[in-house]
């Protein structure tokens, strides 16, 4: 969360409930709660998940993403940016390893 957004959100908050100490601990707490769920999120989102969840995260099709990593001429490596347990079973991507090969 950006300092001047922080600060914004806290003077939101303080005018509506007060500026007393434990209001001030409370945004404290809230705002601690923001930025740690962020982090979560963002690991979340950089690390391996099915190819459904990648796509939305992406904005891309299912298929294209698909067509992207087994791409005749420039396929992507298998086990770094992609992995299958079997043919026929789902296809999971590292999100941040698919987004350096792009």
Known sequence: MYESETLELTGLITSIFGDSKETQEKVKQFLNLIAKTSRQTQAVSEGWMPIETAAKILGK????????????????????VWKQHAKGHAISINLATYRKFM
Do not use: D, F, T, Y
């Not at 099709?61 to 770094?80: D, E, N, T, W």
């Open 61 to 80: 099709s299912v298929s294209a993403i698909r067509q992207r990593l087994k791409h005749p001429k420039k396929p992507m490596p298998q086990g770094k």
